[in-house]
């Protein structure tokens, strides 16, 4: 975590990007991003639910051991999933373990809210590293009426930066501000001493962090702060269909796929 406070004396912002599986987690490691999230937008961009909701531990363990296999050099965040965290203390300890003990994750994420103040002091006094989320919390999507801004009124803004003050002196090391007005992500930056990771929150956040679908194209709708940096989609449907497209004119396999061998004989 000593990394990440030292991210913030760097020159370039903090790069964090998403990945569910050990390949794509290869190709952003490779590309250099500092934190790779198994975020547990994992729900709709791979696992194909409406919302993050329904995403388990099962699942958000297994995808962030995948990522982990797939990385060398990137810090691991392990999304904690909806009710995964807060409903007891114990299970709320060993369950934030396991994406550390089982997973093998270098830290874990809680959407953060006031109840989770005291879970990131026990679960930082235990040695489980943890990142705070604040501004649009999805897992709050039935609460909040939809992925909207948050922090638009001085009284809301000033709630967000209480909670990052608290966070913060709770233990986390850095903080995921999401959706909030760029105004108030610098204040809050200004404010810390952690990094703050932005998405949707300005470019006066230590770092920015994207879903990788988003990034990469694969997104049937994106968020309005999103951008995409490539067409990964069309790429994909290009070689789906020059591969059906040969099988089905013969063309592949060619001899080169195939071999022979000449000892055996069947009738
Ligand atoms: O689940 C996720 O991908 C996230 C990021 C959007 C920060 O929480």
């Known amino acids: 975590m000593t990394t990440t406070r030292g991210l913030r004396e760097q020159e ?20 250099g991003i500092d934190i790779i999230l198994v975020g547990d937008s994992m729900g709709t961009t791979v696992l194909g639910y409406d919302d993050t909701l329904p995403v388990t531990l099962d699942e958000a363990t297994s995808h962030t051991a995948a990522v982990v296999r797939g990385t060398d050099n990137a810090l691991v965040v392990a999304d904690m999933p909806f009710l995964s965290v807060g409903v007891d203390e114990s299970e709320t300890v060993r369950n934030a373990g ?31 590293p943890v990142m705070a989320h604040l501004g649009l919390t ?6 909040l009426g939809g992925y909207t801004r948050q ?26 501000l ?23 929150a300005g470019a006066d956040c230590d770092g920015q962090v994207l879903v990788s679908a988003d990034v990469m194209g694969l997104s049937e709708r994106q968020p309005p702060f999103a951008e995409q940096f490539g067409d990964v989609e069309a790429a994909m449907t290009e070689a789906v269909e020059s591969y059906r497209s040969a099988v089905e004119t013969g063309s592949f396999p060619a001899a080169e796929h195939s071999h022979i061998e000449a000892d055996v004989d069947l009738e």
Do not use: C, W
């Open 12 to 31: 370039t912002p903090i790069t964090m990007l998403t990945a569910y599986d050990a390949l794509t987690a290869r190709i952003v490691d490779d590309a």
């Open 98 to 128: 396991r994406m550390l003990k089982a997973a093998g994750a270098d830290a874990v994420k809680l959407e953060s809210g006031p109840h989770t103040v005291e879970i990131t002091e026990r679960l930082v006094h235990l040695g489980i």
């Open 138 to 143: 999805p897992q709050h999507v039935n609460q």
């Open 151 to 176: 922090g638009t009124t001085t009284e809301a803004a000033e709630e967000i930066l209480s909670l990052a003050r608290a966070h913060e002196d709770a233990g986390a090391f850095a903080l995921v």
């Open 178 to 200: 999401e959706h909030v007005p760029a105004n108030v992500a610098e204040r809050i930056t200004k404010s810390l001493e952690i990094p703050t990771i932005g998405i949707g």
